[in-house]
């Protein structure tokens, strides 16, 4: 492929090696790695949360809703803390 093509690609400047190419393109991809992993874990804890926020709606709205609530909370944020 064209130097010129893959510093587009990348938005670099088509002045730079090949090397420094290589080199921004592969800091590049690590961002985008990073970025994953970070959405992954965003995309666990909200999942987390949501469940949570249903038993605990769940809880309120039947018998002996407090006591029930409490409980949950106790297990639940208990265990996310560990």
């Known amino acids: 492929m064209d130097k010129n093509i893959i510093a587009r690609i990348i938005n670099e ?3 730079k090696s090949e090397e420094d190419l290589l080199r921004s393109l592969e ?3 690590k961002a ?3 970025a994953g992993d970070f959405k992954a874990q965003a995309d666990y804890w909200k999942e987390q949360y949501q469940n949570l926020r ?3 709606i769940r809880a309120l709205n ?3 809703g407090l006591k029930r609530l409490s409980k949950i909370l106790e297990e639940d944020v208990y265990t996310l803390t560990i």
Request: overall charge positive; hydrophobic content about 20%.
């Open 13 to 15: 400047t088509a002045n």
């Open 27 to 29: 800091k590049k991809i």
């Open 32 to 34: 985008a790695d990073s």
């Open 54 to 56: 249903k038993q605990c």
């Open 62 to 64: 039947g018998k002996n």
